[in-house]
């Protein structure tokens, strides 16, 4: 028995990612009694008849993918959301996180005030919102390094506008106003 074709009654084609399905009936496939074919999987009551993917150049879209975002979404202003991603965006920051963490909290103790606290999570909130974008990052430390070692103060002054414009960009991305972190 051959496989129903584009146009017949039995023919159901189904969207899988990069490949082509047709769902048929057991019975349409040929896995009935007597027949020696095998289905690469198998549903009760249909079969799944898998195609081999499109050629690249078959697969190619004139629209542009959005499915995939590259920068994590900033997190919520706690210790342990933001303690995962720095773990995600700056890993080798995690031990200064962790120091910095257990300093805010023996502050916190001594002082019987969250104030230390909220000034730990808004300074790693705005540190999590520059690093999630890895070019504003270094963009970041290139204009630090070029205002503090540039002999021109008209350039540096430059260096540290944009490096406000940055700041402000980070502490709105974390939902806080300059002088909050």
């Known amino acids: 028995m051959s496989l129903p074709t584009v146009g017949?009654?039995?023919?159901?084609?189904?969207?899988?990612?990069?490949?082509?399905?047709?769902?048929?009936?057991?019975?349409?496939?040929?896995?009935?009694?007597?027949?020696?074919?095998?289905?690469v999987s198998y549903v009760p009551g249909t079969v799944r008849v898998h195609r081999p993917p499109a050629p690249p150049e078959d697969r190619m879209s004139t629209q542009p993918d959005h499915s995939y975002d590259p920068v994590p979404p900033q997190p919520t202003a706690t210790p342990e959301a933001?303690?995962?991603?720095?773990?995600?965006?700056?890993?080798?920051?995690?031990?200064a996180f962790d120091a910095e963490r257990a300093e805010a909290v023996q502050q916190a103790r001594?002082?019987?005030?969250?104030?230390?606290?909220?000034?730990?999570?808004?300074?790693?909130?705005?540190?999590?919102a520059i690093a999630r974008h890895p070019a504003?990052?270094?963009r970041l430390r290139e204009l630090e390094t070029l205002a503090s070692s540039s002999d021109d103060i008209v350039q540096a002054r430059e260096a540290i506008a944009e490096i406000g414009r940055i700041l402000d960009a980070a502490f709105a991305e974390a939902g806080l106003k300059r002088g909050d972190a």
């Open 110 to 128: 001594a002082e019987v005030s969250a104030a230390p606290l909220r000034s730990f999570t808004g300074q790693w909130s705005v540190n999590v």
């Open 8 to 39: 017949t009654p039995h023919y159901r084609p189904v969207a899988r990612g990069d490949r082509d399905e047709t769902l048929l009936s057991p019975k349409e496939a040929g896995c009935g009694e007597g027949s020696d074919t095998h289905p």
């Open 136 to 138: 504003r990052a270094n």
């Open 82 to 95: 933001l303690r995962a991603a720095v773990a995600q965006v700056a890993p080798g920051s995690l031990a």
